[in-house]
C-alpha cells in the first residue's frame, strides 16, 4: 500500500465525506486520505495523481473515491441548476416528523439546527448528483441555491451525505484561501480552536462527543473543506460492514 508521510488523526478515523473544490480525494480505509486533481478506478486499483507522478493504490484498501465539487455540480440536470441567491441551506426540516430510530450520543450537528440521522424525505430543495457505493451506498446531495454560504463564510457549495436516508455527512468546500480562512474563522468560532498536528499546514480535527470534524486546505489545489460525520451513524455503519 502506498505509504503517506502522516495519517489525517490521531485517536479517530475520518473516513468519509466528499472532495474539497477542484480536488478529488481518495480516502483509505486506514483513514488516510490524499486529496488530487484527478483520481480514478482502473482494472481493480484507484489511481491518482500526486507531485506529477501516478500513484496506484489497491482498490480493496479503498474506502471511497470522491469526485471534485466541480464534477458533481457538472452532474446536475439543467432542469435542477437554479438561479435562485436568497438562500443557500436546504429548507427546514418539516415540521412533526422525528428520526428513522434515535441515535446514542449528542446528534446535534452544529450547522443550522440538522440533527444526525434525520431523513432524506424530512428535507426539501436537494437534489442528488451521486451516490458514493461505499457501505451499501452513501448517496449525495447538493442545494438548488447558489450563492451558499456556512454561517458567516462564503463557500462554493454543501454537500449532504445519506446513509440508508440518513444524513450521515455533511462537507462545506471553497476554492481559494480568502474563503477557507473565513471558514477556518468560522468552524474555529461554532466548535472551538482544531487540534493541528503541523504548525505549518492548515489541517485541523475535533474530538467532538456526537460528530467527528476535519478541516483542510490543500496548497496546490488552492481548495479547501470542513467535513463532518455523525459518530453515532458511523458506529452503525462500520458494524454493518466491519471490513
Do not use: C
Request: aromatic fraction near 10%.
Amino acid at each position: 500500500m502506498h505509504n503517506h508521510l502522516a495519517t489525517i488523526l490521531l485517536a479517530i478515523v475520518l473516513v468519509t465525506g466528499s472532495g474539497a473544490a477542484g480536488a478529488d480525494m481518495v480516502i483509505l480505509k486506514s483513514g488516510e486520505l490524499f486529496q488530487s486533481q484527478k483520481a480514478w478506478r482502473e482494472h481493480g486499483e484507484v489511481l491518482y495523481l500526486e507531485d506529477g507522478r501516478v500513484v496506484r493504490i489497491d482498490a480493496s484498501e479503498v474506502e471511497r473515491l470522491i469526485d471534485a465539487p466541480d464534477s458533481l455540480e457538472d452532474k446536475l440536470l439543467p432542469a435542477h441548476r437554479s438561479t435562485d441567491d436568497s438562500q443557500s441551506a436546504p429548507d427546514a426540516p418539516k415540521a412533526g416528523q422525528v428520526l428513522l430510530q434515535p441515535l446514542p450520543f449528542d446528534d446535534d450537528t452544529g450547522w443550522l439546527g440538522l440533527k444526525w440521522g434525520l431523513a432524506l424525505s424530512q428535507f426539501e430543495g436537494l437534489v442528488a448528483v451521486e451516490t458514493d457505493p461505499a457501505y451499501g451506498g452513501v448517496a449525495q446531495y447538493v442545494s438548488k441555491k447558489r450563492n451558499q454560504r456556512f454561517g458567516r463564510a462564503s463557500v462554493d457549495g454543501i454537500i449532504y451525505g445519506f446513509w440508508r436516508d440518513r444524513l450521515y455527512t455533511i462537507v462545506a468546500q471553497t476554492s481559494n484561501f480568502l474563503d477557507f480562512r473565513d471558514l477556518k474563522a468560522e468552524a474555529f468560532r461554532r466548535y472551538g480552536a482544531g487540534i493541528q498536528n503541523q504548525d505549518d499546514v492548515e489541517k485541523y480535527y475535533w474530538m467532538d462527543e456526537g460528530t467527528d470534524r476535519m478541516l483542510s486546505y490543500d496548497l496546490e489545489s488552492d481548495s479547501g473543506f470542513l467535513w463532518m460525520r455523525s459518530k453515532a451513524l458511523h458506529e452503525q455503519v462500520r458494524a454493518r460492514y466491519p471490513d
